[in-house]
């Protein structure tokens, strides 16, 4: 087994000109590439990823759901220093046709600390969601602000196990 080689900064910084490439295929592998950056909790590159968050935000409205569900995904790992994006969370949650984008919306307000208590109405509103999914995601996260549990952000959503939902 090989050990994983950690980015470097100059690395980092391709991945957040990839942003806004038009190839929306580039776009979808900067955004799991830094998504992976933030889970290794290395200071130093998520600093370098910081003042990209209104640029991730600005991809929230991206016409593939790909890159907005990686995009949700990146701000909800990112965590609590990337409160700006709590409106627009709210917002996906409420208003993306796409049930995907919708649970990982709800996830990651889950991961966004105490700042995000003010979408709770929103979280609760979405446990009536007609998908399972989403209602699960949005239950996980009400628990996360409700309860102040510290929820790992570097746990990749296929390692955990969610309580499913069914009404």
Partial sequence: VTEKKHPQKRTVERYLTELKDTDQQKQIAALRKLSSVVCLRQEGLTAVILPFVPDII????????????????????????????????VFVLQQ??????????????????????????????????????????????????????????????DETSWLKIDD
Avoid: F
């Fill in 96 to 157: 993306d046709r796409v049930n995907t984008v919708r649970e990982v919306a709800a996830y990651a307000l889950g991961l966004l600390g105490a700042k995000a208590k003010s979408s709770i109405p929103v979280l609760e509103k979405a446990l009536h969601d007609p998908n399972v999914e989403v209602r699960t995601h949005a239950h996980m996260a009400l628990r996360n602000l409700r309860l102040g549990i510290k929820v790992s952000a570097n746990i990749d959503d």
């Fill in 58 to 89: 600005t991809l929230l409205s991206h016409k593939s759901w790909k890159v907005r569900s990686w995009a949700v995904r990146l701000l909800g790992r990112i965590g609590p220093q990337a409160e700006a994006a709590i409106p627009a969370l």
